[in-house]
């Protein structure tokens, strides 16, 4: 008679077995180094926080036993807090037509290597945050449009629900609110009938609410940043993304007093420009911020977000790419080009000097392909 593997085990290893909680197929890291030490640096009077490398840092994921090849590098980021249901069904659009591989609206292709994918509902985000007044965050949901969250908020009085770009820490349960049409009532009775710039940071600049950028404090960081006074966001919108306001450019009234023109804002790719002083921007860091750790884990996985496959250039003949051909791995004296041979390390310069970037104030570090030096 067949008798259990458990009985046929010595004493010493069946003790060790009982001990041994049962296996599951993801496991997730909990230990976590001890913090590095971020030094303060300064930039045009404003103080904030080197980030350094995200690589040294500590970051959760969740792997999985290789019980088959597509789980043996596939890592995920640790996100339990999201909703596990569909999402709101009336603040969604279908997400249909011939255009969306890759295609423009006369269906040519402008943008190769997209196409196919599972089936999507494209959400309504709220951008620009007018409403103001008390929000209550119902919950926090994946969108398989973007790498961020969304969060999906409800207005106290009125009960109108949107969605918005969830914050990193951002929870059910929290309370919002919106400044962009102007300060309450209530809370300039507080400070005395009288703008108070301290006491108006402490009491609206936490994660979350949406405020015209002027009245940030310098050094804080926002996310969802406008560019002008109507409108809604259109920098750092992505996840883990966040801009850091630097300096307040201040101009004479003709009556009498300074008021502010411009806030300049760096932004993670390293370039400083100039916003409106009543754009939007949402305190915090866009959510997800481990998104750029994932690996998808096989190539299937990068089809069903609609993903096609890329050839390199080297690899196809000289008929079909201006790199192609020849012995070896050899773009035969030939600069980075497409295969219609624009240039691939940022095109063609069109930006002259009649022709200037009246917002920017410094650009970011551009290498053209190069290895920049250490």
Known sequence: MLQPRICQMRPARLARALANPIRSYATTVTTAPPPAINPTVTVEGAHFEAGGSRKDKFVPLRTYKPRTPGLRHLKRPVNDHLWKGRPLL???????????????????????????????????????????????????????NRTAHLALVTHEATGEQSYIVAADGMRAGDEIQSYRSGIPEDL????????????????????????????????????????????????????????????KEEVEKPTG??????????????????????????????????????????????????????????????????????RGKSKGNVHPVSPWGTPAKGGYKTRHKRNKHVFLVQDRPRNQGKRRPR
């Open 188 to 247: 300039m009775k507080s400070m005395g009938g009288v703008i108070d710039p301290g006491m108006l940071a402490a009491k609206t600049a936490s994660r979350g609410n949406c405020l015209p950028i002027y009245m940030v404090p310098l050094g804080t960081q926002v996310y969802n940043v406008g560019s002008k006074s109507r409108g809604g966001g259109v920098f750092c919108r992505s996840a883990g993304t966040y801009a850091i306001v630097v300096n």
């Open 90 to 144: 009336k603040l969604t659009i279908a997400r249909k037509g011939q255009h969306l591989g890759g295609r423009n609206n006369s269906g040519q292709v402008t943008v190769r290597h997209r196409g196919g994918g599972h089936k999507r509902r494209i959400r309504i985000v709220d951008y620009k945050r007018y409403t103001p007044g008390k929000h209550i965050v119902e919950r926090i949901e994946y969108d398989p």
């Open 257 to 326: 007093g300074t008021m502010i023109k411009s806030v300049i804002v760096r932004l993670q790719s390293g370039e400083i420009r100039k916003v409106s002083a009543d754009a939007c921007c949402t305190i915090g860091v866009a959510s997800n911020i481990q998104s750029h750790f994932t690996s998808l884990g096989k190539a299937g996985r990068s089809r069903w977000l609609g993903r096609r496959p890329e050839v390199r250039g080297v690899a196809m003949n000289a008929a079909d790419h201006p790199h192609g051909g020849g």
